[in-house]
């Protein structure tokens, strides 16, 4: 069965590598690789259901990406932004300065996660159809 797409999508933190090749990209991060595997569960860990950065973005909805400038994994958001954008899907990469990873959800004690939601908010809200809204 297919399911509808969603009028928008919105990834306010990068995932964290799967492979050893994006592991690679990250000598500083402190999980091994071998902590995926509960999460993989034998899955490849370059499938692109697991990994989007491997899959064939094209036919997605606009798509929102934020991050803090002191995100560990900055770079894979920059990355996932530029293969949405190579594979002709609507893209905004959405980078707070002086942020951490996860810096929404302090959003009742930093301005700065407060403003992202409210552009998260005006994201949707611009990109989902008005009958979409009304039904809700």
């Known amino acids: 069965m297919c399911l509808p797409q969603p009028p928008t999508l919105r990834k306010y933190q990068p995932e964290r590598p ?6 690679d990209h990250h ?3 402190d999980f091994p690789l071998e902590r995926t595997t509960g999460y993989l569960a034998g899955t490849d860990p370059a499938d692109p259901l697991v990994s989007p950065i491997f899959a064939d973005l094209s036919g997605l909805q606009p798509l929102l990406i934020q991050a803090g400038s002191h995100e560990v994994l900055l770079d ?3 990355r996932l932004a530029v293969k949405a954008a190579a594979d002709d899907v609507a893209v905004i990469l959405d980078i707070s300065p002086g942020v951490p990873h996860v810096f929404q959800a302090f959003a009742a ?3 700065e996660g407060d403003a992202a939601l409210n552009r998260a908010a005006r994201f949707v809200s611009d990109n989902t159809p ?3 809204r009304s039904a809700s």
């Open 18 to 23: 799967l492979t050893a090749i994006e592991v």
């Open 76 to 78: 894979v958001a920059t």
């Open 27 to 29: 000598p500083d991060l």
């Open 109 to 111: 004690l930093l301005e």
């Open 130 to 132: 008005e009958t979409t």
